[in-house]
């Protein structure tokens, strides 16, 4: 069996696989605070092939190495921050924490995010401050997700009247509430489940914490302004036409192993 089969075939699926990731990331280029993802390849395991003649001097010494192929592990999250975009609608909100250190714990870049309460009260957690009022009078996101505050309870506010400080909500009666702001100093223990929503997969007292309870303090939220995606459209679509180049690339190959077998089987192998 010609073993490049698999080999141009696994490059078919992780190209696949990859553009997949690709188009997500342009379909997701105008959405508020979305953190694109970078696929990551990754080879098979290597093996080792022995000489199989136990007849011979060399017996069962080795020949080298062989791959298989590659294949699209998973899509990381990239965390660099969007653009900022002034909207001037008082419950738009966008976290700027380009200022936070590198984590000495973990050695790399924190991560600030807002915290949301999904329909069965669990916490999840996002960077899209595209947020609104309901007619109960909580504060949501776009998809109905509840902002909680730093007691992980809906925020619930009387009107859309409001002024911020500091990430503290006043409201036009004197009431006050802090938003809840987690932080986290691993942020590739956050798994995208769609909608610019991010669960936490890592161990669960490492999970984002109130960043009042920690020494970062530099960082501020804007009100009235939203945190653009991280997707460079103009690298996405090179990406995305490069990727396409590399499955004809290996379709090609595919094409001309057929029609090796195809000669092999009906010109080579024929009986006269």
């Known amino acids: 069996m010609f073993k490049g089969l698999y080999t141009a075939t696994s490059g078919m699926m992780?190209?696949?696989?990859?553009?997949?990731?690709?188009?997500?990331?342009?379909?997701?280029?105008?959405?508020?605070?979305?953190?694109?993802?970078?696929?990551?390849?990754?080879?098979?395991?290597?093996?080792?092939?022995?000489e199989r003649n136990t007849n011979g001097s060399q017996a069962n010494s080795s020949v080298g190495t062989l791959q298989t192929g590659v294949y699209t592990q998973e899509g990381i999250p990239s965390f660099t921050s969007g653009a900022l975009k002034e909207t001037g609608k008082v419950t738009d909100m966008a976290l700027v924490d380009e200022g936070l250190p590198v984590d000495e714990e973990t050695g790399k870049k924190g991560l600030l995010l807002f915290g949301v309460q999904l329909d069965d009260n669990s916490i999840r957690y996002t960077r899209n401050?595209?947020?609104?009022?309901?007619?109960?009078?909580?504060?949501?996101?776009?998809?109905?997700?509840?902002?909680?505050?730093?007691?992980?309870?809906?925020?619930?506010?009387?009107?859309?009247?409001?002024?911020?400080?500091?990430?503290?909500?006043?409201?036009?009666?004197?009431?006050?509430?802090?938003?809840?702001?987690?932080?986290?100093?691993?942020?590739?223990?956050?798994?995208?489940e769609g909608n610019g929503i991010f669960a936490w997969s890592g161990e669960e007292n490492a999970a984002p914490q109130n960043v009042e309870t920690t020494n970062f303090n530099q960082f501020s939220v804007k009100q009235g302004f939203l945190e653009g995606s991280n997707v460079d459209m103009t690298t996405t679509m090179t990406d995305m036409l490069n990727t396409y180049r590399l499955y004809e690339a290996n379709q090609r190959v595919l094409q001309t192993y057929d029609q090796s077998i195809d000669k092999a089987v009906n010109d080579i192998g024929r009986v006269y």
Not at 131 to 148: A, P, Q, W
Not at 159 to 181: A, K, R, V
Request: aromatic share 10%; proline share 4%; charged share 20%.
């Open 14 to 50: 992780a190209s696949e696989r990859k553009q997949q990731y690709l188009t997500n990331n342009l379909s997701n280029a105008e959405t508020p605070g979305f953190k694109q993802d970078v696929a990551a390849l990754r080879s098979f395991p290597e093996y080792l092939l022995k």
């Open 129 to 192: 401050g595209n947020f609104t009022v309901n007619e109960d009078g909580f504060l949501t996101t776009s998809e109905g997700y509840r902002v909680v505050n730093e007691q992980l309870q809906p925020i619930q506010l009387a009107s859309e009247s409001f002024s911020m400080e500091n990430g503290t909500i006043i409201e036009e009666d004197g009431n006050q509430q802090n938003l809840w702001i987690g932080y986290t100093g691993d942020p590739e223990q956050l798994t995208q």
